[in-house]
């Protein structure tokens, strides 16, 4: 019923800029906050940043001053914006997004398959 799909990952230089999307579709009634996480090998899952339907962001100290996270509401898709990249950036990035569908109670939170990132020279 609902798909959330990344794009825009890849190879880029240290000091390099990368544009990640995140596209939500189906029989989507709302979508509240929806976020950017990321896993490096052999490391857990950590929050990049997350935006909710108002446009009210957060993010983690490690990007803070570098990445910039946007939505557009009604696309359903959510942007994440990387500047200033370093190596310790590399990781597969996931989009998460709570969302409720039509015709059902709850809020329930999706995730895509993941784009890679790699920050290497």
Do not use: H
Not at 9 to 23: E, F, I, N
Not at 105 to 111: G, K, L, P, R, S
């Amino acid at each position: 019923q609902v798909q959330v799909v990344e794009s825009g990952g890849g190879l880029v230089q240290p000091g390099g800029s990368l544009r990640l999307s995140c596209a939500a579709s189906g029989s989507i009634f709302r979508i509240n906050v929806m976020g950017w996480y990321r896993q490096a090998p052999g490391k857990q899952r950590e929050l990049v940043a997350t935006i909710t339907g108002g446009g009210s962001t957060n993010y983690a100290d490690s990007v803070k001053g570098r990445f910039t996270i946007s939505r557009d509401n009604a696309k359903n898709t959510m942007y994440l914006q990387m500047n200033s990249l370093k190596p310790e950036d590399t990781a597969v990035y996931y989009c998460n997004a709570q969302i409720k569908l039509f015709f059902v109670a709850n809020e329930y939170d999706y995730w895509g398959q993941g784009t890679q990132v790699t920050v290497s020279s």
